[in-house]
């Protein structure tokens, strides 16, 4: 609920506000707020000071809504909205509370973390401009611009919440639906795993600070595995290596694997059932072992030289 004409004075432990008519509080609504212990109304207290009515919350121990928003995963901001519309419900279905007394100002909403819990101000006042009851439109609205603090992130989750919200085509009640039952943050994730993927081909595909290749030792006709990736597989099995050695009944289906970091390189043995070896020591399942240009790698019974592609 707003109104310009009220003067609202913020600390880190209290929020005042003072009421510019004494006739606007509303008593039975100030009783009915006041026997709610275990809500996510915060509790107020009226005073007077200087001759004005002022309704005092206290906010110690909470934090403000805008502060952390930038920082909840999305699974937590859908979680968030929900309860923000089942408060939202509960206050509208009392009968003796009005939606739209509650204060939809971002800065003056306030969270509790672990667990999650909003706390919202409710005024206990009715003015002769009082509306009618809140109508779902302005509970939207509010939503809506809590989105504009995900608006860095390009997460095809918020953006279809923010096309739901524009559309103006679901209820309230569909739309709480959607946030609880996990649709916008099954397309998040789904979101984040296609990033994942992508940030990890990209790294792949990176420039190589050198050209190498393993060389197959003592062999008629040269043998030998270009490492063109930053995270280059070898086994036996095509479809899911990059490396192919095939055709030989020892080596497993997916080997090793050599990893490029910088300008160092590593290879790590991925369980297979022969092992690994880097100048004669075996390498440790799916333990890295740093080698450099030179070494003779051992893949299963094949002996190949760590060397410059030219």
């Known amino acids: 609920m707003e109104n310009e004409k009220w003067i609202v004075k913020k600390s880190d432990a209290y929020i005042r506000y003072t009421i510019p008519e004494k006739e606007w509080f509303s008593t039975i609504e100030y009783k009915v707020l006041s026997s709610q212990k275990e809500t996510n109304l915060l509790q107020c207290s009226k005073v007077t000071c200087n001759g004005q009515l002022q309704l005092i919350y206290n906010v110690q121990q909470l934090q403000i809504i805008s502060g952390v ?23 509208k279905n009392n009968g003796f509370l009005k939606g739209n007394h509650l204060d939809l100002t971002i800065d003056r909403m ?11 101000i409710y005024l206990p006042v009715q003015t002769k401009e009082d509306k009618k009851e809140l109508v779902d439109g302005e509970i939207f609205n509010f939503i809506r611009s809590t989105t504009t603090y995900y608006n860095d992130e390009m997460d095809e989750g918020i953006q279809e919440l923010v096309r739901d919200l524009d559309s103006n085509t679901l209820s309230l009640e569909e739309l709480l639906i959607r946030l609880t039952n996990g649709y916008y943050e099954s397309i998040s994730v789904e979101y984040r795993n296609r990033e994942i993927e992508r940030q990890k081909k990209l790294l792949n595909q990176a420039t190589m600070p050198n050209k190498m290749k393993l060389a197959l030792k003592n062999t008629i006709k040269e043998f030998s595995i270009p490492i063109t990736k930053r995270e280059f597989v070898i086994g036996k099995k095509e479809s899911v290596v990059d490396g192919v ?20 390189y590593a290879i790590v043995d991925l369980g297979s059932a022969n092992g690994t070896l880097v100048n004669g020591i075996t390498c440790s399942p799916n333990v890295p072992m740093k080698i450099q240009k030179g070494d003779q790698i051992t893949i299963s019974d094949l002996v190949f030289y760590f060397m410059e592609d030219k």
């Open 69 to 91: 928003l930038p920082g909840l995963s999305t699974e937590t901001y859908y979680l968030l909205l929900a309860q923000i519309i089942e408060i939202y419900r509960k206050v």
């Open 110 to 120: 306030y969270i509790r973390l672990e667990p999650i819990r909003i706390s919202m």
């Open 245 to 264: 050695i095939a055709g030989h009944p020892t080596v497993s289906r997916v080997h090793c694997k050599i990893v490029c970091t910088e300008d160092t």
